[in-house]
Nanobody, 127 residues
Framework: QVQLVESGGGLVQPGGSLRLSCQAS????????IGWLRQAPGKEREAVSC????????YYVDSVKGRFTISRDNAANTVYLQMNNLKPEDTAVYYC????????????????????WGRGTPVTVSS
């Protein structure tokens, strides 16, 4: 079964850190660009970050630049999102998606054109 499974979310205090994982099963992540998006309760879906398949080109939405780092381990068939200095406004369910076209993924990640593959992992930042 082809799927992406997100994990690593949880409850953390402001200023804390979490590392999210996006693991593929049933296919190899290596040829694909991978993106993370998030959706907070009552809010629109938002693109967070993308990583290309080859040269590792990355994209971050302005609100997470300098705090989040996306990386990939093709041997482990997993993409990670290291989230540092978390803020309450980072609270959301985080999803990962895959597409063979990096530029298309960056352009569509926060739109309805790119649907989450899995159930997501919830992140709550609260004191």
């Amino acid at each position: 079964q082809v799927q992406l499974v997100e994990s690593g979310g949880g409850l953390v205090q402001p200023g804390g850190s979490l590392r999210l994982s996006c693991q593929a099963s049933g296919f190899s992540l290596a040829p694909y660009a991978i993106g993370w998006l998030r959706q907070a309760p009552g809010k629109e879906r938002e693109a967070v970050s993308c990583i290309d398949s080859g040269d590792g080109e990355v994209y971050y939405v302005d609100s997470v630049k300098g705090r989040f780092t996306i990386s990939r381990d093709n041997a482990a068939n997993t993409v990670y999102l290291q989230m540092n200095n978390l803020k309450p406004e980072d609270t959301a369910v985080y999803y990962c998606v895959a597409d063979s076209r990096y530029d298309y993924l960056v352009a569509t990640l926060g739109t309805g054109a790119m649907q989450p593959w899995g159930r997501g992992t919830p992140v709550t930042v609260s004191s």
